[in-house]
């Protein structure tokens, strides 16, 4: 049955969203930074789809900002945003403040093992370890049956079921396919920091990818991994901080196509002038 549409509302503080959704039973939730786009949309319309209500967080995390340039330079659009929450929906929009979110400091350390020693989590120390506060406290606060989390953050879905698991919440954590522009570049809000023309230069990842697969029945792991990097950084403004060959579910390297049922390739690529690091994947084997 379509659901009767009351309005979207907004909510700034924690306890004023708690009692919204107190008592409520079927609660889907998409966390976000913002700076939304078709990718996020993506997420927002299954979750608004699937559950009885949406609630979307817009929350730029520092805890997760080992950068903190980054952190600074992150796009922020909260009022283009809500327009989009409202538009594809979205119930209840959750933007919060940091002192809001953190009262005080959060000095909780997780440990995820080998998953979090690879790829992002060796590049971006301190990441993983933002997302597993920040989702966490954010899980604590709506209480979610379900949550929807982007296939584009490959290693993140594998960090939060392994938060999940470890903090014992009961919420289902719902994969969501990458959504790409027409050329094939990964939806990002970082993308908007890319010019036009590197921009449109930054398509070269995903069809270097693509083609790659084409070539794993005659390559060994260790040349497609080359001929991908090669290929990214024959571009000029493109440097490929790693692409790794992993076991989708382990997220270990493999060093043979046989080593895994279910074959992933992880790639970061500093991109344009401003070196915008933009992640992507893809499939080998599922
Ligand atoms: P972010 O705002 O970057 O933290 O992303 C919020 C959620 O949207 C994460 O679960 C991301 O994986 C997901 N997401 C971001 N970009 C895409 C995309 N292009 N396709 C699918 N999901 C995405």
Request: hydrophobic share 40%; aromatic share 10%.
């Amino acid at each position: 049955m379509p659901k009767l549409f009351v309005g979207m509302k907004v909510f700034r503080k924690t306890a004023d969203l708690k009692a919204y959704l107190k008592g409520r039973k079927n609660v889907g939730f998409v966390p976000t930074m913002g700076a939304l786009h078709e990718g996020h949309l993506s997420l927002i319309k299954r979750c608004a789809d699937e559950n009885e209500t949406c609630v979307v967080s817009v929350f730029v995390n520092p805890t997760q900002f080992n950068d903190k340039n980054d952190l600074k330079n992150y796009p922020r659009t909260e009022e283009a945003d809500l327009a989009l929450l409202r538009s594809n929906g979205c119930d209840a929009a959750f933007l919060p403040s940091v002192d809001e979110i953190y009262p005080e400091e959060d000095t909780r350390v997780f440990n995820f093992g080998a998953i979090a020693d690879v790829m992002e989590g060796v590049r971006r120390p301190g990441h993983f370890n933002g997302v597993a506060q920040v989702v966490s406290r954010l899980f604590d606060i709506v209480k979610p049956e379900r949550a929807y989390f982007g296939e584009k953050d490959f290693q993140q879905i594998a960090i939060v079921k392994e938060m999940v698991r470890q903090l014992g919440f009961a919420v289902e954590i719902v994969p969501c396919p990458i959504v790409r522009e027409e050329s094939g570049l990964a939806k990002s809000s970082r993308n908007t920091l890319l010019s036009a023309d590197e921009k449109e230069k930054a398509a070269l990842i995903y069809r270097t990818l693509r083609e790659s697969v084409n070539f794993a029945s005659e390559m060994t792991v260790a040349q497609v991994k080359k001929w991908v990097v090669d290929t990214i950084n024959a571009n000029p403004i493109m440097e490929v901080e790693y692409y790794e060959i992993v076991d989708g579910r382990t997220l270990q390297s493999i060093e043979k196509w046989s080593d895994a049922d279910y074959v992933v390739g992880c790639i970061t690529v500093y991109c344009g002038e401003k070196r915008i690091r933009l992640i992507d994947n893809i499939a080998y084997k599922i």
